[in-house]
């Protein structure tokens, strides 16, 4: 195992403590493959979560882990009608112990910093990352330090960072800027950082695409999906799942690798902008706005990552509205019966987007990334909704209500 930037080739000791090389580029993980034997068939009676795929994971002692992962894949009949697709999948990360695909990643992330003997982790968050770094901290006994955006989170995601013990502390100003701060607080104290910057934690989340196959196998035409789907905000998780199905590929358990597909918000899609104008590199969005708090990110800090990622593998990325985010949040709730906050459901506004235009062909298989839980964000879900009709506790008042709605 070795550390590798990605812009200059170098290839750093793996126990160097560093997230990006001296040029400043982004470091990835490398194993050696070619003694790496990996066979799903003799694994088959082991059930998927983070940890069976540990050959491929960089922690080789006990580590900290709440299950994670070995999340449902749901075939999706009903919505792939509405969109165009026959075979659709959506992969629902929701399920995870925190509600988010960030545990995959912190079991990785904490157990790597417990390993270095650092009794501090510390990260800027949208909310997931601080609430599942928080659990793990917990579990490992470690302290945890959170920089949130005043005012930009969603409430479920404050209350799990609070309860699980973090210190945590809302900065006057965007995710952006708070992740910048949080970068030199850790350089200047010795705290661990845990934003997607840090390779440890994108080798978790590659574990998406060893499930998804896993999960497809004997299911499906293939046990490869010609395309992923998924909402890009800090842009870790698109190249991390990529990097997961390059090491299957790499290693013969499949044959192919999916087109990645990055759907953002149109008002914060610095990815979008630069593949669709073919800029080597993004241009930042100074003031980031969405409903879609998780990606409400104008710097994405992997960024030439998930442009190679979503580049190599001959994918696309396109931006949708929030009006087209909340009713993809919807359709997916009722069509399907999954509940996820509105980041997630953006990845099925893409979708639908992307299939209306031409540019998705109905007869490939797709598997959309549900990021988050529905419960992550209930403001939003109230603001969108008619809230409950009251009535008095009589059986007239209540028939009246149930069959004459209007006029109550
Ligand atoms: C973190 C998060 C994202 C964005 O993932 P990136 O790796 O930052 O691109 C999307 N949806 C949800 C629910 C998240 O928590
Ligand atoms: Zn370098």
């Known amino acids: 195992m070795y550390l590798e930037c990605i812009n200059c080739g170098r290839k750093h000791d793996i126990s160097a403590v560093m997230n990006t090389c001296s040029c400043d580029g982004l470091l990835e993980i490398k194993y050696d493959l070619s003694k790496i034997s990996f066979k799903l068939e003799e694994r088959a009676n082991t059930p998927p979560h983070v940890w069976k795929y540990r ?47 960030k545990d995959r990643g912190m079991t990785v992330g904490v157990s790597r910093a417990l390993e270095l003997g650092i009794n501090t982790v510390a990260c800027a968050s949208t909310g ?34 609070l309860m699980h013990g973090a210190t945590v502390l809302s900065i006057r100003g965007n995710f952006d800027k708070a992740l910048t701060l949080i970068q030199k607080v850790c350089s200047e104290q010795g705290f661990y950082l845990l934003n997607s910057v840090n390779p440890y934690r994108l080798e978790g989340q590659k574990t998406i695409a060893f499930e998804t196959v896993d999960q497809l196998n004997g299911r499906s035409r293939t046990n490869t999906p010609d395309r992923v789907i998924l909402p890009v905000g800090n842009a870790g998780n698109i190249s991390a799942i990529y990097k997961g199905y390059r090491e299957f590929h790499e290693l013969g358990v499949i044959e192919s690798v999916p087109m ?8 914060s899609a610095p990815i979008t902008h630069a593949i669709e104008t073919g800029a080597a590199a993004i241009e930042p969005v100074a003031h980031p ?70 540019a998705i062909d109905g007869d490939e298989v797709v598997v959309c990334i549900a990021t988050g839980h529905l419960l992550k964000d209930p403001e939003t879900v109230i603001r969108s909704s008619h809230p409950p009709v009251e009535v ?5 008042s209540l028939y009246d209500a149930i069959f004459h709605p209007q006029s109550t």
Do not use: W
């Open 392 to 396: 008095s506790a009589d059986l007239n």
């Open 128 to 161: 997931n990352t601080s609430a599942s770094m928080a659990i793990y901290a917990a579990k490992a006994g470690l302290a945890a330090l959170v920089l949130l955006p005043s005012g930009y989170v969603a409430l479920g995601k404050i209350a799990q960072a």
């Open 289 to 358: 706005e969405t409903v879609a708090t998780a990606i409400r990110i104008g710097d994405p800090i992997n960024a030439p990552k998930a442009l190679r990622a979503i580049r190599e593998s001959h994918g696309l990325a396109t931006s949708v509205t929030d009006e087209e985010i909340l009713k993809a949040q919807k359709d997916l709730a009722r069509l399907e019966g999954i509940g996820v906050e509105p980041a997630s459901a953006a990845s099925i506004a893409g979708l639908r987007k992307l299939s209306h235009a031409g």
């Open 260 to 267: 990645m597909t990055g759907i953002q918000a149109s008002g």
């Open 55 to 101: 050959e491929l994971l960089p922690i080789r002692g006990s580590p900290i882990t709440l299950m994670e992962g070995g999340t449902p894949l749901y075939r999706c009949k009903r919505l792939g009608e509405e969109c165009g697709i026959k075979e659709l999948y959506v992969k629902h990360e929701g399920m995870n112990p925190t509600g988010s695909f």
